[in-house]
């Protein structure tokens, strides 16, 4: 059968990693993994070597670096990752030198002479430096006013200079780094909301003009480009800021009363609504004018929200249950993107208003976990929007655990862990099984999202609590062997076994090999990230893609973090795991080419 066939019948396939983009990724982890073992090693005896051997080390890595970005320039993205260490490197040589030489200069003079170091590495494109330098130039500029005392007496001139060294940032990269552009967008509008914050508190006009000038000379730049997106949402960040002052203004006029919770939510749905139609007005074209008007539904519904849940009380469920039922009316119509909106609004108020009063009335979370099946059911039948599903996922996810925590009692805080772990693994042996049928669904994000939650709060407990297996060896309880070894077995051999076929290619078995270890190590969850990983590369899922490679990141470094190894073993350990991925590479690169070599012929 042909490959692409296969993985459309069954999209968690092994045959993902055989893709081209999941290769290189995983040739990038395998470099990560060595590299980081020799840094390990260093670190590890750093205070051991003499302070020349520690002056040296940087400045060798940052020739080694600099030479091999040379020998690589056909190959960007090796290109750019070795001028990116060599920018890190630039500046640990220089930590270095105040280190041991102890020169007492102030450290802003440090970053100073970073970031005019690191000018010169600009001269081919590289956005990873291009990163640093505007990182490095922004914390200059603040410990240069925070050290020098200007903070307290001038702090007018700190924004105008963070103003006009953003501006600048922002006019290269619209030129050279336009791929930058949100990220600069959502910078300048945490500039404006701080500055109008501030604005409230001191009221000086030099903060009103910090919070205005920057997000209205961009908006107009990007008018200029016929850029609807971003003007947009500059405009929606800057209204978000002038809201902060706008209300102020009439805080004084409204009462501490629904009446006043009523009207703060007329006049916010009422100013965002103006934002939107003159948005209209001057992008007609566009539908992202209602961006605005959503934000403003939001918002009037959190406040609404506040008000069932402050004033009315127990009648709170009875407006909830209207709020569902208007929710619901509405998204039976074909509606405009805002009533859609709007009507999400509304129904995650009315839930909020009828979980938390039953739970006031009620006094059982098992009852509120029921309510929230019910609920997590509709929106699944009325086919509401991803983000949604997954807010009701995570919700009866996590009432789901609070039920085993509250309602039964356990001898021991570890039991109760495991068992929320476990029931983690449960899950995931589900959606294994059922990938078939909603890989193919509305709601495949949704579900991708959810994995990755769950994977999070794995890392997170596992992180804070200690929780290893390897640790009791010898005294290993039925809990733990069905949590590290039992589960995750039979999420392996489901994977195996609904992809049989793929596995008469035999360099594919590379793929459970690497989760069987993964099992012995307690870790299998790295496992499930790799998959997400590949499937979201294959796929094309940003966020997904994202998330997933973060994720990946953090559980690597809880693995050899905790494991109770000796430095120089465990140095020893992620040197082989690195190894042992490029090993997984070059088989599966045998797969690609014998399938592509079968396709020709």
């Not at 701080?194 to 000379?217: C, D, E, N, R, W």
């Not at 999070?456 to 733990?480: D, K, M, N, P, R």
Request: hydrophobic share 60%; net charge neutral.
């Amino acid at each position: 059968m042909h490959k692409t066939e296969l993985i459309r019948n069954n999209q968690f396939s092994p045959l993902l990693f055989c893709n081209v983009e999941v290769l290189r990724y995983l040739k990038i982890l395998g470099l990560a993994l060595i590299t980081v073992s020799l840094l390990y090693l260093m670190a590890a005896n750093w205070w051991m070597l003499p302070d020349p051997v520690q002056l040296a080390i940087p400045m060798l890595i940052l020739l080694c670096s600099a030479t091999a970005s040379i020998y690589f320039d056909q190959q960007e993205w090796v290109r750019q990752s070795l001028d990116t260490v060599s920018g890190l490197m630039l500046g640990l040589s220089l930590a270095m030198i105040g280190q041991i030489y102890q020169t007492g200069a102030d450290s802003y003079l440090l970053f100073l002479l970073w970031s005019a170091l690191l000018l010169p590495w600009l001269y081919r494109s590289n956005i990873g430096i291009f990163v640093m330098l505007c990182v490095v130039s922004q914390l200059t500029l603040y410990l240069y006013f925070k050290q020098s005392f200007w903070m307290g007496r001038a702090e007018g001139l700190y924004l105008l200079g963070l103003n006009l060294l953003t501006a600048l940032s922002f006019a290269y990269a619209m030129r050279y780094y336009a791929l930058l552009r949100f990220l600069f967008i959502a910078f300048v509008i945490v500039i404006s909301i701080s500055s109008m914050m501030q604005f409230i508190h001191h009221s000086k006009l030099i903060y009103l003009a910090s919070s205005v000038v920057l997000p209205t000379g961009a908006a107009f730049y990007f008018y200029r480009k016929h850029q609807a997106l971003e003007v947009i949402l500059l405009i929606a960040g800057l209204a978000a800021s002038v809201s902060f002052w706008v209300f102020e203004l009439v805080e004084n006029q409204l009462t501490n009363s629904a009446t006043g919770l009523f009207v703060l939510a007329v006049l916010i749905f009422g100013w965002f609504a103006l934002i939107s139609f003159a948005l209209n007005r001057i992008f007609p074209q566009t539908k992202f004018s209602v961006i605005p008007l959503a934000l403003g539904a939001w918002i009037s519904g959190i406040i609404l929200a506040v008000l069932l849940l402050t004033y009315w009380e127990a009648f709170s469920i009875l407006m909830g249950i209207i709020f569902i039922g208007i929710a619901w009316q509405l998204l039976g119509q074909q509606a405009s993107v805002f009533m859609h909106q709007f009507a999400y609004c509304l129904w995650i108020c009315g839930q909020a208003a009828v979980l938390i009063h039953t739970e006031l009335l009620t006094d059982s979370i098992v009852v509120v976990w029921l309510l929230q099946l019910l609920m997590l059911g509709l929106t699944t039948i009325k086919r509401m929007h991803w983000s949604i599903l997954t807010l009701q996922l995570l919700m009866t996810h996590a009432l789901a655990i609070v039920v085993l925590v509250l309602e039964n009692s356990f001898k021991h805080d570890d039991m109760v862990i495991r068992i929320i772990l476990s029931l983690n693994y449960v899950i995931f042996i589900g959606i294994f099984l059922t990938a078939r049928y909603w890989q193919s669904s509305h709601y495949q994000k949704s579900i991708f999202l959810w994995m990755i939650a769950m994977l999070t709060g794995s890392a997170v407990v596992q992180a804070l609590t200690g929780l290893e297996h390897w640790q009791s060896i010898g005294q290993i309880s039925f809990e733990q062997v069905l949590l590290f070894y039992i589960l995750p077995s039979l999420l392996l051999f489901s994977f195996i076994w609904q992809n049989w076929q793929q596995f008469s290619e035999k360099w594919l078995w590379l793929i459970p090999v690497l989760g069987l270890l993964l099992i012995l190590l307690g870790y299998f969850e790295i496992f499930i990230i790799m998959l997400l990983m590949a499937w979201a590369v294959v796929y094309q899922q940003r966020m997904i893609q994202a998330l997933s490679i973060l994720l990946l990141i953090f559980w690597l470094w809880m693995l050899y973090y905790n494991l109770g190894l000796s430095f120089l073993v465990k140095s020893l350990t992620i040197f082989i795991s690195g190894l042992m991925v490029w090993c997984m590479v070059y088989g599966l690169k045998q797969v690609r080419i014998r399938s592509g070599q079968e396709e020709t012929a």
